[in-house]
């Protein structure tokens, strides 16, 4: 069923956002997640009447929740009054009815019409977050008459990305020209770009802000001369109040991008400034005001002033790389530069849907595919989607690669996907010929860490990891460096955590305070991260689980995370490990081995951790232990001797 709610509702000091998936208080953003704010939507569209449990249950979880459906909606609804600061005894908002369910009780204020006033329907929106959870989608013919008006309006997006990529590219000049003499390279100064600030009132363009800055991340990552900080470490900027020198210290950068962007009709103007973070001076700004024109003709000029401005000294296959963006539907680009949004955010449901959207609409563009590859490998790991999900990412990545061979987001993702679903060989030479034209590549020496983690490679590891941290993967979300963990440097594994309160960052701060026998403080994040169920998070409260001797709870949440990981397919044999570790910790011996056989089996030979992992003391005398052992040990040597010669 459609959503009947406006784009922007209100109610006392909040605004929520359905288009950016947002809730807001007084302009500023608030934190919540997917499932609460999908929550509030649906208790919004019914305001004042009741919304049975049962009613939640279909339109916000699916039939085969792999946890407490009761223990889920709790949460939400806990989160959800959290965020804005309401009680279940005296409710200004979310009420409770019996066991019935829930009700919106505020008041709600005036929201923005898509009706004008002569009762013409105005310019039709995306897809809010709701709907796209619910699996709703625009038809194409509801999208035809608006068309030529989107048409204008990506162009005047691709304009406005071109002319950034050119002003923030003609002031760096003097960081990345050869100096005269020797002929020896400047080193260049790092640069941090940030996601553009919104700073109209048309909040349906937030999206733009930070996958702008993302396509223009990409197309200078490319560039061999410049340090560019990734994407996912700028992920947290968005939206907030910039500190530059904090910026600085946290993305160990010298220099930082900072931009704005107003929207009014036909108009959109940008306003930038490059800043030295050290002195905080001005190396460079001004204000472009921007008309619609010339829609794809715009990349291929911006290119050729780009390599002329910076008089770069370009290797052919930087040259090649750095021609004009594939060709792409300006609608479909759209439903792309969207879907990068969500998937920055983490939120890869809604991710897949505008990102499917478009390559609907334009099947011929590498990025999105890779990006939707990504999405899927993503939702079958964290959100248990599987097998399933693991074949569209794989399809999505070689439908991407065919169109653009060397596209390096696609190199990495399959990568990743090679390495979860036991490919660990077949990964690292992708990831190494990457690197060779790629060298700054933080994600790529990162992905390429990883690999060497599953291989039992733990210094090699350790090693591409950090130079993944000094090129500015620094903390990012999800930047776990796990290798410190397998090599026993617990306390350096905890000091190299992301500083978010994530469900997964959670989850390892607990696993490695537990390491360090600090079981109280394992005990509490370890229930906070559950607060967020997930395959990670269910590991953690089974471990949570035998601080407290609730031995029979801790199994039973085992069993289930096991069964549905065999049932659906579910990739990361490493998280399989960590299964094993929890089942020998509650001292079920037989389901221990047994699912540490199935890791090894799927991929996970680090021979070096298995040999000495504490949490695996208790198995070593067990029958088939050993047997386990000498498989991870033979595969572990080949690898060495394949690709360390």
């Not at 003609?170 to 260049?188: D, N, W």
Request: aromatic share 10%; charged share 25%.
């Amino acid at each position: 069923m459609p959503s009947t709610l406006p784009p922007l509702v209100r109610f006392a000091n909040f605004e929520v956002d359905l288009r950016a998936g947002e809730l807001r208080k007084e302009g500023s953003k608030v934190r919540l997640q997917e499932q609460p704010f999908a929550l509030l939507a649906a208790l919004l569209e019914s305001a004042g009447e009741v919304v049975t449990r049962e009613e939640l249950r279909k339109r916000l979880w699916s039939e085969d929740t792999f946890v407490d459906f009761d223990h889920r909606l709790a949460v939400a609804v806990s989160k959800l009054r959290d965020a804005l600061r309401d009680s279940a005894e005296k409710p200004l908002f979310i009420e409770t009815v019996g066991r019935r369910g829930y009700r919106f009780v505020g008041n709600l204020g005036p929201t923005d019409s898509l009706v004008d006033s002569k009762g013409a329907v105005g310019e039709t929106p995306l897809p809010s977050a709701k709907s796209l959870a619910k699996g709703e989608l625009p038809k194409v013919a509801a999208l035809g008459s608006i068309r030529l008006r989107t048409g204008r309006l990506i162009f005047l997006f691709s304009v406005g990305l071109a002319v950034l990529l050119v002003l923030g590219l003609i002031v760096l000049p003097k960081f990345v020209r050869m100096r005269s003499g020797k002929g020896q390279p400047v080193t260049p100064r790092s640069l941090a770009i940030l996601p553009l600030h919104n700073s109209g009132g048309d909040s349906r363009s937030d999206f733009l802000g930070f996958s702008l800055a993302d396509v223009l991340i990409t197309k200078l990552a490319y560039v061999s001369s410049l340090s560019v900080r990734p994407s996912a470490a700028i992920e947290k900027y968005r939206g907030t109040a910039i500190d530059l020198q904090k910026v600085a210290a946290d993305l160990n950068v010298d220099s930082i991008l900072t931009g704005s962007f107003i929207r009014d009709g036909d108009n959109l103007r940008i306003t930038y400034q490059i800043v030295d973070a050290k002195s905080e001076k001005i190396l460079g700004q001004g204000v472009i005001d921007l008309k619609y024109d010339n829609l794809l003709t715009v990349q291929d000029k911006v290119s050729s002033q780009v390599i002329s401005e910076l008089q770069l000294s370009l290797s052919p296959l930087e040259a090649e790389r750095l021609k004009s963006e594939d060709a792409v539907k300006p609608l479909a680009y759209e439903y792309f530069l969207q879907g990068l949004d969500f998937h920055g955010q983490h939120k890869f449901p809604l991710a897949i849907k505008m990102l499917e959207r478009s390559t609907e609409i334009d099947p011929d563009y590498a990025p999105a595919w890779a990006y939707l590859g990504a999405s899927y490998t993503s939702d079958a790991a964290f959100e248990l989607g599987g097998r399933e999900q693991y074949r569209r990412a794989q399809a999505a990545y070689e439908r991407a690669l065919a169109i653009r061979p060397n596209l390096l987001d696609a190199q990495m993702f399959l990568a990743n996907l090679l390495v979860d679903t036991g490919k660990v060989e077949q990964a690292v030479p992708l990831l190494r010929d990457a690197l060779r034209t790629n060298g700054n590549s933080a994600a790529a020496h990162w992905e390429l860490g990883y690999a060497y983690r599953f291989a039992g490679m733990l210094n090699e590891s350790v090693a591409e990891c950090e130079r993944a941290r000094q090129l500015g993967l620094v903390k990012a979300n999800g930047s776990v460096l796990n290798t410190y963990l397998y090599l026993g440097e617990y306390q350096r594994f905890l000091e190299s955590l992301p500083p978010d309160d994530s469900s997964f960052t959670l989850f390892y701060r607990g696993f490695g305070e537990f390491h360090e026998k600090n079981f109280d403080q394992a005990s509490k994040d370890f229930d906070r991260a559950y607060e967020d169920p997930t395959l990670y998070s269910g590991i953690g409260k089974a471990l949570s689980d035998s601080i407290h001797q609730r031995k029979a709870e801790g199994l039973g949440l085992l069993n289930g995370l096991e069964r549905q990981i065999r049932e659906r397919g579910v990739g990361d044999p490493e998280a399989t490990y960590k299964i094993a570790e929890a089942y020998a910790v509650l001292g079920d011996k037989i389901s221990a081995c047994r699912a540490l056989r199935t890791s090894v089996e799927s991929g996970f030979f680090s021979y070096p951790y298995l040999s000495r992992d504490p949490l695996l003391n208790d198995l070593r005398s067990e029958p088939g232990f050993d047997e386990i052992l000498q498989k991870a040990r033979q595969r572990h040597e080949a690898f060495k001797r394949a690709f360390f010669k």
